[in-house]
């Protein structure tokens, strides 16, 4: 079979390993082995999955290819808990992934979080993010998007904080396993325009054979694609949805999210109803402050009165600023008056911890300083 992305093995689900090891004359188990030593005890490669036979670990090799995701640059930030990690893939395209430690606080437990991509580049153009300047090249498969949680979950597992620091290890706090606690998909790219692959993401994640994260433990953000919103109600999974709303009105919201245009506030805000009364969960809706754009008293009275009465919560989220770009994080006071307007209307309402400013961790930047190389001049590395 030929080493390409259709032989990638984390692009299968269980049935479809299953029915490609019998064609081989392998029975089920073995599918079932392989299985666990991808996604559980989170193998590097075909000839770790030692309880196999070396006949077996050898076909698997020369049928499959086990990896496509090649490390190409790191970034850390100076407090060690936030890593950017430049992906480049097997046609030579380039993706972004974040790893965000968090530590644990009297009201909550230790998290390692990745964001992960699910597009090389991404069609919105939505005007503050540098992924959206470059355009859309491609989606991503499922397997490429699994492959950016498995890569932080075998870092996670293999240093976990103990030992000497090596380059490419951290200190994590909390305990090693899960290696992995939450799931973004707010990556590169729009989920819910790459929506079979995302889901099949989903699914294999939360598959308890498997990696076996709570999908409560997984959020899909998405720009605020109806059709996509509307679907996924009716999906039996409980991920969290996130949306990217930026403003209480058309005007604004087109002038920076051009989606706008097409799913404009009237028709995006009763998807997001439907989703809530459908799931019974909580919608959150992303609003990143920008000053003298949208961070304006008026603003925040206008965005209570149109959320008013649904189950969800606004995440204020400081502009990261974008090289080229004119706009600014607001002042802190702006961001307090913004906070207790909501507040007082009784909108549940945070402010986004922020991580990785220094290094540039929002979505694409990491990307557009670094041209990738030919796909021939790097081999696989692994996890």
């Known amino acids: 079979m030929t080493q390409s992305n259709d032989a990638f093995i984390l692009n299968r689900d269980l049935p479809q390993l299953e029915q490609e090891l019998l064609a081989l004359g392998e029975p089920t188990y073995r599918a079932r082995q392989v299985w666990h030593w991808l996604y559980h005890r989170l193998a590097g490669s075909f000839a770790e999955m ?16 086990f990896d496509t995701l ?18 480049r ?5 380039a ?24 597009q090389v580049g991404c069609a919105l153009g939505c005007v503050f993010c540098a992924t959206g300047q470059t355009g859309l090249q491609r989606n991503l498969s499922s397997g490429e998007i699994v492959g950016q949680v498995l890569y932080f979950a075998r870092q996670v597992a293999r240093h976990g904080g103990n030992g000497e620091p090596t380059d490419d290890a951290l200190p994590i706090p909390g305990p090693v396993y899960p290696p992995i606690t939450n799931i973004i998909f707010a990556g590169m790219g729009e989920p819910l325009a790459n929506y079979d692959a995302t889901l099949a993401a989903v699914r294999r994640l939360n598959d308890a054979d498997g990696f076996g994260l709570g999908a409560r433990h997984m959020i899909i953000s998405t720009a605020g694609l109806v059709p996509g919103i509307r679907k996924l109600a009716r999906e039996n999974v409980q991920v969290s949805l996130a949306v990217s709303l930026h403003a209480p009105s058309d005007e604004v919201r087109t002038r920076l999210m ?11 805000l009763p998807a997001c109803r439907e989703y809530v009364e459908k799931t019974g969960r909580r919608v959150a809706f992303e609003y990143i402050l920008i000053e003298g754009i949208n961070s304006m008293p008026s603003q925040a009275r206008q965005l209570a009165a149109l959320i008013q009465g649904m189950t969800c919560m606004v995440n204020l989220i400081p502009v990261n600023p974008v090289p080229g770009s ?18 007082s209307a009784g909108v549940t309402t945070t402010v986004r911890t922020e991580k990785g400013r220094e290094i540039q961790a929002a979505c694409g930047q990491l990307r557009g300083r670094v041209a990738a190389p030919p796909a021939a001049e790097t081999q696989a590395t692994g996890g």
């Open 50 to 65: 030692t309880d196999l036979p070396r006949s077996l670990r050898d076909r698997l090799a020369s049928h499959y290819t």
């Open 70 to 87: 090649y490390p190409q640059a790191l970034q850390v930030s100076h407090d060690g808990l936030t890593r950017k990690q430049l992906f």
């Open 89 to 93: 893939l097997a046609d030579g395209t």
């Open 95 to 118: 993706i972004e992934t974040v790893l965000m430690l968090y530590d644990a606080t009297d009201t909550g437990k230790a998290r390692r979080t990745v964001c992960v991509s699910t």
């Open 258 to 268: 051009p989606i706008n245009r097409r799913y404009p506030l009237s028709e995006l």
């Open 326 to 343: 004119a706009f600014m994080p607001p002042r802190r006071e702006t961001l307090i008056a913004f906070q207790s307007i909501l507040n």
